[in-house]
């Protein structure tokens, strides 16, 4: 098997033991908090992010002693990019929303899902979106994976001006996959879009991760993005 191969395989197991480990966790907290919790929308997933953190973390203290790399738990290099990632973000998140929603949008209905505007929904949803969703996912995806990945392919890509290693190409395809179960769920025409933004904003996340790096403007592009998706439907179901 070549270098690359052996790379290959090696981040293939480290990927299967954050998602088995993240499933068992998860499982295993929701089976110490009383069931009423589980009565709300925003549950579930709370407690799954929670897990995949938690595992993030803990395969990254085993790692960091033979790791040559960075998980980009520091401070900004020279520039924070954080700007960019606000505005980035909130973009990104209006664009999900046109995404995820136009079939209600052209028709003028509001959104379809656990958006009710009591602030009993409201507020959980707003935290958890605009607060802990990106630093557990990127925590995952940005300071795990590609941080590991990046010490094993070396390849850079370059389009003109943008360049970005070929590791964070693929874990921005990694983060897209990794929401593929909405075509469980939603249309195709709706998924595929879906993908195609998510591997956008991979990309984005990923550029933001090794300019700066620090796992800081990722999370903070990422909590910027869902908040403005969240804010937006309960906007829009409020209006209606």
Request: with cysteine; aromatic share 12%.
């Amino acid at each position: 098997m070549t270098r690359s191969g052996i790379a290959l395989a090696q981040f293939g197991a480290l990927v299967l033991l954050q998602a088995l480990a993240t499933l068992a966790l998860g499982q295993m907290f929701m089976t110490q908090l009383p069931r009423r919790f589980f009565n709300a929308s925003w549950a579930y997933g709370l407690v799954m992010h929670c897990a995949a953190f938690s595992v993030a973390l803990a395969l990254m203290t085993v790692l960091k002693p033979f790791f040559a790399g960075s998980f980009g738990f520091a401070v900004p290099k020279d520039h924070s990019y954080l700007r960019p990632a606000l505005w980035g973000g909130a973009l990104v998140g209006i664009l999900m929303l046109g995404v995820d929603h136009f079939p209600e949008l052209l028709k003028g209905r509001p959104p379809v899902g656990p958006y009710a505007t009591n602030l009993a929904n409201m507020i959980p949803w707003l935290i958890i979106q605009g607060g802990i969703v990106g630093l557990t996912e990127e925590t995952v995806f940005r300071s795990l994976f590609q941080g590991y990945l990046m010490t094993r392919i070396t390849t850079r890509i370059r389009i003109g001006r943008f360049e970005l290693s070929l590791a964070g190409a693929l874990i921005a395809v990694l983060f897209s996959l990794a929401h593929a179960d909405a075509f469980r769920h939603v249309a195709v025409v709706t998924a595929l879009g879906q993908q195609v933004y998510a591997i956008g904003f991979g990309l984005f996340c990923a550029y933001l991760f090794e300019k700066s790096g620090s796992i800081l403007a990722p999370v903070v592009a990422h909590n910027s993005a869902d908040f403005v998706e969240w804010a937006c439907r309960f906007a829009l179901r409020g209006w209606s």
